[in-house]
């Protein structure tokens, strides 16, 4: 079974934060590096959103890249974090998939700490060579999908989706944006449209938003997402500030789902295993977000998540 076959017979439950539950028991400094340092810790927390009810776990890998751990004086270990973040969930993911319920692993790929269209210190080549290593470890350490996220510049975006297309030219790539606060802009203050225009939409699975303040900002831009693009859709609010209670963001996110909106949703800071498990007995109820199926490379049976 394929990604866009599960999405098209279900809305899939992603899980919920990692990073602010890593620092909620006490972790500091470079979260990555617990991959190796405390992998108990971590396969905790994917146990947890799993036994909530998550369809999708997300590796801690978010700043997995070379650019970021530079802060950290670990750029040269990208590779390895990476690739031990993967094991890590796909170990945990593995204990509950079965074949007629997959548990997929999405490798989480960040923004990085900088900006193309902003920044003047940094090159495509140098961003080119930052992804690259991360998606190899993801990649080689077993991810089913990999989830472009928290995306603020779409030439940073696109730099990842051809690296990524480089390295494996079957997997599933999802691309999810971070939205500006002026209503019906991604945060680089482009229209959504724009955005979907200025991507390579041919080697995207699956499109949406994540980290907004809460549910309340993602309601008018998955609407004109839905009313636009053809794919799967996507979406994993914060849990917001002042803090959403877990039932009443699961409530938020049943008005998309009821809508026929979304095929993917969860929660992204903030949120916990508890948020999960309202989401995933919300989201058991609703249909998925009707689709285009495309003749296209995923949907071959060349790159099958499950047989």
């Given amino acids: 079974m394929n990604l866009e076959q599960i999405l098209g017979r279900k809305i899939c439950v992603l899980d919920g934060a990692m990073g602010t539950q890593l620092i909620s028991q006490g972790a500091k400094g470079c979260l990555e590096l617990l991959n190796v340092d405390n992998a108990e810790q971590v396969a905790a927390i994917h146990n947890a959103y799993l036994e909530a009810g998550a369809d999708i776990i997300t590796t801690n890998t978010t700043c997995a890249d070379a650019l970021c751990l530079s802060q950290y004086g670990l750029a040269e270990r990208s590779y390895e974090l990476a690739r031990a973040g993967a094991q890590i969930a796909r170990c945990e993911a593995d204990k509950y998939s079965t074949t007629e319920h997959p548990r997929l692993v999405a490798g989480s790929v960040g923004p990085t700490n900088r900006n193309l269209t902003l920044a003047n210190d940094i090159t495509p080549e ?31 975006a ?90 009443r963001f699961g409530k938020e996110l049943e008005q998309m789902c009821r809508a026929g909106m979304l095929n993917i949703v969860g929660g992204c800071c903030g949120t916990t295993p508890e948020y999960i498990a309202q989401i995933a007995k919300m989201a058991a109820r609703w249909r998925p977000h009707k689709f285009e199926k495309k003749n296209r490379r995923e949907n071959s049976g060349k790159f099958c998540i499950f047989a």
């Fill in 126 to 156: 140098a961003l080119a060579e930052a992804y690259a290593t991360v998606l190899r470890g993801l990649i080689d350490g077993g991810v089913d999908i990999i989830l472009i996220e928290t995306v603020m510049d779409v030439r940073n």
């Fill in 158 to 247: 696109s730099v990842a989706i051809e690296e990524c297309r480089k390295i494996n030219k079957e997997i599933p790539i999802i691309v999810s944006a971070v939205l500006s606060r002026i209503e019906g802009r991604v945060a680089n203050g482009a229209t959504i449209a724009k955005f979907i225009e200025d991507l390579p939409m041919e080697e995207i699975a699956a499109i949406g938003f994540n980290c907004t303040n809460g549910v309340k900002p993602l309601e008018s831009a998955v609407k004109t997402l839905s009313a636009i693009c053809q794919k799967p859709i996507i979406a994993y609010p914060s849990a917001g500030q002042p803090v959403t209670a877990a039932n």
